[in-house]
């Protein structure tokens, strides 16, 4: 059996959760040797490769250090670790067009580096009718991270500002959320905080949403 294989039988809480509240988080989604993979291939890239992300559309992008202030790289498959993600989120993305008629058309995915202290205020990660962003994806890559580590994820209900849910950024945690719906910050950590940030996008922003 396969890892691709292995991993379909997550995908069935990843599609309850999406046809649900519209959001999941999942420990131990991918086991520990192919996270500290992933991990190595991160902090091994030569330094320059990692450059301060961008913010807003793709035809406009600029980057602001006020609204955040990560690094990224994005996955292009040039290591086999990277070609399994790839394949991996190219599974799941197929599971939610058969069950739910999402419509996803591809999927990518950046490496993401917070170093100590950097953040990224709350935000939406799309805007109806706006962007293509329709499912965001974070996959967590720190090994033995402690509660006073910082570093957590919040989630917020749209339009409410109590806090949803609160993650640790914990070795093996995807946290899968409908892009338009779920607005969430990234709090600043005394450690460095390692990520994978993935979107599954549809070809038409102004098409209709998943109607659940
Ligand atoms: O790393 C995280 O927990 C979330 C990152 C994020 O919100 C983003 O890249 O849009
Ligand atoms: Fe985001």
Known sequence: MNAVVQLEHDFDHIIEAIAGPGIGIFPDFIDA??????????ATLPPWELTPAAIGREQHQQTNERIRSDKTRWIEG?????????????????TLNRQLFMGLKDYECHYALYQIG??????????RGRSNRRLTTVLYLNDDWQAGDG?????????????????MP???TLVCFLSEDFPHEVLPAT??????????????????????
Do not use: C, N
């Open 151 to 167: 570093g957590e994820l919040l989630v917020y209900p749209f339009q409410h500002k109590t806090v949803l849910h609160r993650i």
């Open 78 to 94: 040039d290591t086999q670790v990277q070609r399994y993600y790839l394949a991996l989120m190219a599974s799941l993305r197929q």
């Open 118 to 127: 950097d953040f990224y205020k709350k935000h939406l990660d799309a805007f």
């Open 191 to 212: 450690r460095d905080r390692l990520s994978i940030a993935g979107w599954f996008r549809i070809d038409d922003p102004v098409a209709p949403s998943l109607l659940l």
């Open 33 to 42: 040797e192919r996270v500290a993979a992933l991990r190595h291939d991160l």
């Open 170 to 172: 914990k070795a093996g």
